[in-house]
């Protein structure tokens, strides 16, 4: 208004300048009229106006200055509030900057990336991949470590669950939470990736970086607009035509330098190393774990290079082979974003290809050590063993192994009863339907060893990230800070220029880096599955029992014997003795019980071998879980004991083995109960007490699916059908637990006692050889594998603790597996004990409670039996017991499950039974209890035998008591069978 | 109205000032220059379109290469002759301004260099661009193998998409790497 205003003052008096004024000013007071504490003063000031508009031009210029006053103070006025709305939007500008720096705070790192700047999209990514993390971390550890709080069982692991539907006091649903869990991680990292993806999009088209725009920069940009001076522009412009011909001329020697044909050839030649070096990466992977393995097998202890190999040459890998793709990419003469597009497509190859093939080779593994056990005769015995201590743990673990190993022991165990099923095969013509059994549980010992083959896996996986981060550490330091240090401080005294030319500055990929966060994920992702939690139980025990094992192998056989001796005078000793021997023989009967369900064998074995390390004498237990697992492993540790036994068992084993693992469907169920055993094992470990709470749980979580040892006859049964199911538990534990225990106890210790050649447990070997030289010892040897067997059911039932007294040889009838697991029986302990046996034994010493269901325990005891010599007296026994037993089902430890064969093929004979079941019968009543938990297994699979050896009498009786009529009938069926059996086996083994 | 050097009302510099990067006393400074284009006949009437070849007589645009694009791009006409009013000669000015953003001036580069109007820059756009940097002359120009050779390596570098043209994106792209495009891309009275 002011300048409007102006001109006029300075112009004439004119009417119009007036008028022009008078609006001027009314629109002034138009505006100043909104300014309520001013209106009387523009009244006022309307009447001058009305004046000066009738009077002269010297008093309209007068008003005119008035008004032009009037005029400034309203625009003073105006620029105000203008001045106010301007101010406010300059503190709203400031208050959004002070709280946009506030948010900065609270964002991680943002102040730090800010300065970083150069490769701050590094560090952004690294951000975003951290809080991803940090959710998923929360998800899994609010709804899945919280509400339990059991780490030590390592609750993270897919091992960890079972058919239990609920873990823990509380009944929270902890297998429905961890797969929820698993479905909502996977849900948000999908939605979160989605959402970024569609974010950056838009943008990734012209995200390219380090390019060089030579020829654009020298047309786009070339023109200075500033330039006003023709001359200038002339020279400009020439300039600028010097700058394009020289960049054209550059370009043209370029390709000049490199005929087509050349460069064509120097790329394919580039592309063929790419794919060498990336095969040749691939294949050193698998050799590397293939050696691995090897070396697992071939030794006892592993040095520390030669554990994390693996981890380290994949690390180095990941490290070396994008630098050597960079030197490869130089050949090939692209545009720099074309070779850096390569790199990266070759890069991420690499690194999936590393990843997949490191866990199709680890599978391998897994698959191979499950498999590679029924191979080896010395692993026969050793598996059998496994499966007596198996049946022991069962009992306690079984609970706890079971969710935590059930899931790896599935797949382990599937993959050792493919193998044991072949084994089976090859060892089954030796000695009929017990091989199958043997061959079954020299699997589960190994599955056993490999645990569960997820967490394994997990621990490989997350020994590659922990040694990956450490290698990326190691690089930055060496490569990175030394080299800066070098080339800043000796760049002096060298003849060439350090900083510009040979090891010039680190310099730091983005790209490059990126893929390595991206491929460090993928491995955390993969953890998330696989080793949710570092299983520390699993691997604590596992390192125990090697350790154990190596110890403990040389001092295994001494043991036994003093073993044997002090179990005639301590049940406790006999105990801790049955339970390495029994370990080996319950997981030799797992094995070849789950070699119809490969999985359930495996992961059964493994469990068992934990839990029998408990029931057993603790530390004995232990180092027979610990020898079991390197028997697995390393065979010869464990297996060496076992060994001796072993030829026999396997020819025993052999024959019996066949059929069982055609059987092989039954498998899941045997499964679980081995995963219950493997839990056991870590509470058998601290105390029998503990053991016991454990075994409660377990016994819980076989229930629902059935108990344990029910399952896993249950399994058999099924998979089997018709065969049997032999199920051999271990009363060891079961005894520690309830009353059982108590009866248990002595006879694992006649068990032990009566078998000094008993030692090796291996179930074949013990029941063998109590048969043979002391069938009072062999009885008992063989029970107490059943009735740790038994126990185990009982156990698992809670209670219900039917077994079958019948001795070993009774248990496993049913199916072609008791067939097998008799003939197993025989080859471990059959050698020595076997002789002694033939010789001692017939006579029904031996108590075998089979406890497997007469059905199958007759098909298939008398098919095994049928074979062997002793068939009728065995049968005789075995049926006698058959008849209990297939009720029960349960009773198929694997002395048992010798035993039992007879046993089984013996139901067939019934008749001659008769006469051994009445010596059996007194034990077999104690044992019918043992059958009677595993009638409670029948309930899942009436198929399935469960052949639980109670090698004490009194157990049976306690049993009995508690199973009542159940054990009543087992202990029936209970036989001396020993005797029978060491002639069979005898026969077979000769 | 008094004076001759100023004949722009008050508000309406104020409400150019919002409209464009230029000060005050710039808005002035090119009224100034562009009534000077006017003729008598002309300054009576607002809004005069002034033909594109007296505006060129401008020297900060007498010796660019790409003058007559940039009175195409700034003209508002419907005749597309390249003629300007006052205002277009301001968002003229307001692009090329020092204010003005670098998504404001590779925006303007573009249709600049855009020569068919068709929103990409094709190997004809290309070709004429070069050649308005060398001139006409045959001693500067380059020979058709040159000129296929630039264009070919300018494509590459550039043509992200591969479409054999360049984008707006892609062009805006390549401009932002440019440490002088913003620097050189300004015209000051």
Redesign the interface.
């Given at each position: 208004?002011s300048?409007?205003s102006e001109?006029l003052v300075?112009?004439s008096r004119s009417l119009s300048a007036t008028k022009r004024h008078k609006s001027v000013r009314k629109n002034s007071r138009r505006i100043y009229s909104a300014y309520q504490d001013h209106e009387g003063s523009s009244d006022d000031e309307d009447k001058d106006d009305e004046r000066v508009d009738s009077n002269d031009p010297e008093e309209m210029f007068q008003n005119i200055q008035h008004a032009r006053e009037i005029v400034l103070k309203y625009e003073g006025r105006l620029t105000r509030t203008r001045g106010y709305q301007t101010a406010g939007a300059d503190l709203l500008k400031k208050l959004s900057r002070v709280l946009y720096n506030v948010v900065v705070l609270f964002i991680p790192w943002e102040v730090r990336i800010k300065k970083i700047e150069s490769v701050a999209s590094y560090f952004i990514f690294l951000r975003w991949l951290f809080g991803i993390n940090i959710v998923l971390t929360i998800m899994t550890g609010a709804f899945i470590v919280l509400p339990e709080g059991y780490l030590q069982y390592s609750v993270l692991f897919y091992g960890y669950y079972g058919r239990v539907r609920k873990i823990g006091s509380a009944g929270y649903r902890l297998p429905l939470a961890y797969f929820l869990v698993g479905m909502a991680v996977f849900a948000y990292s999908f939605i979160i990736l989605l959402r970024k993806m569609a974010k950056n999009s838009r943008l990734s088209?012209?995200s390219?970086s380090d390019?060089?725009?030579?020829?654009?920069?020298r047309?786009?940009?070339?023109?200075?607009?500033?330039?006003?001076?023709?001359e200038?522009?002339?020279s400009k412009?020439?300039a600028?035509?010097n700058n394009?011909?020289e960049?054209?001329v550059e370009?043209?020697e370029k390709k000049k330098d490199t005929s087509l044909a050349v460069l064509i050839s120097l790329r394919i030649l580039a592309n063929i190393l790419v794919l060498l070096s990336l095969a040749g990466s691939i294949y050193i992977i698998y050799f590397v774990v293939d050696r691995s393995q090897k070396l697992e097998q071939e030794k006892p202890e592993l040095t520390l290079w030669e554990k994390n190999e693996v981890s380290v040459v994949v690390s180095l890998i990941t490290m070396i082979a994008p630098s050597a793709f960079e030197l490869v990419a130089q050949l090939e003469m692209y545009?720099p974003r074309t070779s850096l597009r390569f790199q990266l497509a070759r890069v991420l190859v690499l690194y999936l290809g590393n990843l997949y093939s490191l866990i199709i080779a680890l599978l391998d593994k897994v698959n191979s050590m499950s498999s590679a056990v029924p191979v080896n005769p010395g692993n026969w015995s050793d598996s059998s063993a496994f499966l007596a201590t198996i049946s022991q743990p069962e009992v306690d673990s079984l609970s706890t192994l079971v969710s935590d190993i059930s899931v790896s022991e599935h797949r382990n165990s599937t993959i050792a009863t493919i193998a044991t099923v072949l084994d089976v095969t090859n060892s089954g013509r030796s000695s009929a339907g017990t091989s199958n059994q043997t061959a079954l549980f020299e699997k589960n010992t190994r599955s056993q060893q490999d645990q569960c083959w997820e967490t394994y896996v997990g621990q490989e996986m997350l020994k590659l990230s922990i040694i990956d981060m450490i290698f990326t550490v190691a690089s930055i330091l060496l490569i990175d800070f030394i080299r800066g240090l070098v080339v800043r401080y000796l760049s002096d005294c060298c003849c060439w220029d350090l900083e510009s030319k040979f090891p010039e500055y680190g310099e730091f990929k983005i790209a490059e880096n990126v893929l390595h966060l991206i491929y460090n994920q993928g491995m955390i992702c993969m953890l998330i599955y696989y080793l949710q939690a570092i299983a520390r139980s699993l691997k604590f025990t596992n390192n125990q029992l090697r350790m154990q094992l190596q110890t403990e192998r040389t001092e295994d056989k001494k043991k036994v014997f003093q073993m044997a001796a002090a179990r005639l005078q301590a049940p406790e000793a006999a105990a801790d003795k049955k339970p390495d021997q029994q370990e080996s023989d319950v997981t030799s009967q797992e094995a070849s019980v789950h070699t119809p369900s490969p999985r359930r064998n495996g992961s059964v074995t493994n469990f068992q071998s934990p839990v029998r390390r408990g029931n057993s004498i603790r530390t004995i237990t232990q180092s027979a879980s610990r020898a079991d697992l390197n028997r697995g492993s390393v065979a010869g540790s464990v297996r060496s004991p076992a060994v001796t036994i072993l030829p026999k068992h396997r020819l025993e084993h052999i024959p019996n083995r066949p059929p069982p693992f055609l059987g092989g469907p039954g498998g899941t169920c045997r499964s679980k109960s081995y995963h219950h055993m493997a839990y056991n094992p870590p509470a058998r470990y601290p105390d029998n007490i503990h053991s016991d709470p454990l075994c409660r749980k377990t016994v819980r979580s076989i229930h629902p699916v059935e108990a344990a040892g029910i399952i896993t006859a249950q399994s058999y049964a099924g998979r089997r059908g018709h065969t049997t199911r032999y199920v051999i538990v271990n009363e060891h534990e079961p005894r520690k637990k309830l009353l059982r225990s108590a009866t248990r106890v002595p006879r694992h210790y006649l068990m032990e006692e009566s078998a000094e050649i008993l030692e090796l447990y291996p179930r074949n070997i013990k029941r063998y050889a109590p048969r043979n030289t002391h069938h009072q010892l062999h009885p008992h040897r063989s029970h107490p594998s059943q009735q740790h067997l038994s126990e185990e059911e009982e156990e698992e039932e809670e209670g219900k603790g039917r077994r079958r007294v019948s001795l070993g040889k009774a248990h496993r009838p049913r199916s072609l597996s008791d067939l097998h697991q008799p003939a197993h029986f025989y080859i471990g302990e059959r050698a020595e004990s076997h002789v002694s046996m033939a010789k001692d034994s017939r006579t029904a010493q031996r108590r075998y409670g089979v406890q497997e269901e007469d059905e199958e325990e007759d098909g298939e005891g008398e098919m095994d039996w049928g074979d062997l010599e002793s068939h009728s007296r065995f049968q005789a026994n075995v049926r006698g017991a058959d008849p209990l037993l297939v009720r029960t089902r349960r009773h198929i430890h694997s002395p048992g499950r010798h035993f039992q064969s007879p046993a089984r093929t013996r139901p067939m004979e019934s008749h001659v039974k008769p006469k051994t079941r009445p010596k059996l019968e007194t034990p077999l009543t104690e044992s019918d209890s043992a059958s009677l938990a595993s009638s409670s297994d029948q309930q899942n699979s009436s198929t399935d035998q469960y052949i639980q050896v109670i090698h004490n009498k009194e157990r049976y009786l306690k049993s009995e008591a508690r199973q009542g009529k159940l054990a009543k009938k087992k202990s029936k069926t209970g036989f001396d069978i020993n005797q029978s059996e060491s002639h069979d086996l005898v026969s077979s083994n000769v | 109205m008094g004076t001759t050097a100023s004949h722009l009302p008050k508000d309406l510099l104020s409400e150019y000032q919002e409209l464009t990067f230029l000060t005050k006393q710039e808005i002035l400074l090119a009224h100034k220059r562009f009534t000077e284009l006017l003729t008598k006949d002309e300054k009576d009437h607002q809004n005069t379109r002034v033909p594109m070849d007296r505006i060129l007589t401008l020297p900060e645009l007498k010796s660019n290469p790409f003058r007559k694009r940039i009175c195409h791009v700034f003209s508002t006409s419907e005749h597309k002759d390249g003629s300007l009013t006052f205002e277009d000669f301001l968002d003229l000015l307001s692009a090329f301004s020092d204010s003005a953003t670098l998504e404001i001036k590779s925006h303007y580069a573009f249709r600049i260099f855009d020569f068919d109007d068709d929103g990409t820059l094709d190997g004809g756009d290309l070709e004429k661009l070069v050649n308005c940097l060398t001139g006409e002359t045959d001693d500067t120009r380059l020979t058709p193998e040159e000129m296929r050779q630039l264009i070919s390596n300018i494509l590459e570098e550039s043509d992200i998409d591969k479409d054999g043209t360049v984008n707006l994106s892609e062009f805006q792209h390549v401009i932002s790497r440019s440490p002088d495009f913003v620097s050189s891309f300004k015209i000051v009275l």
């Open positions: 208004m300048t409007v001109p300075g112009s088209l012209a390219a390019e060089n725009f030579t020829f654009c920069w047309v786009f940009c070339a023109w200075d607009y500033l330039i006003g001076n023709p200038a522009a002339e412009g020439a600028i035509v394009i011909r960049a054209i370009e043209q545009h | -």
